[in-house]
């Protein structure tokens, strides 16, 4: 019984040191608050592929163009409320192969009404899509509804990167 116990107790170990290297099991939001941690200035993006205003803000190249000009910046781009993971539509529009960008897909796919995600990381998180920008793990500002501007984005950058804003 006591190898038992002991065999169970190091499988456990195993198990749950494999997912924190691997973020294999971590979920999501564990993954996105270890992302956010760090000094760099990480912006963090729900889409749906359903959306207009997330193919609106996908359109003419806008995203790619500026996850370009901006390599110094973490991109996690989270596909949420829906069963598509949208990878085929961003990178239809020149999204997904850049080295400064994540692309994870949210498991709750329920879209409107009871059940659908209403917080990520116990921040509100109510429309589709919504943009925050985070620097040494704390939000420095959330667009919330609608498409996002990317002069006012790049402005955003700018600011979260300033020692003097925080």
Known sequence: MRKLLILGVLTVSALSAFAQANNGWL???EQV???VKGPQVTVVHFWAPWCPNSKAELAKGAWSTFLALNTDVKFIFVTVRSTDDGKALLVKNGVGPQAN???LHHPNHVRKGEGSIQTFMDIP?????TTWVFR???LCYALNYGEVRFPLLQQLI??????WEH
């Open 136 to 138: 040494d793990g704390k």
């Open 101 to 103: 960008l994540t692309l």
């Open 27 to 29: 979920t999501v939001e």
């Open 158 to 163: 700018r600011d979260a990167a300033n020692p």
């Open 33 to 35: 608050a270890a992302a």
């Open 125 to 129: 998180m109510t429309w589709v899509p």
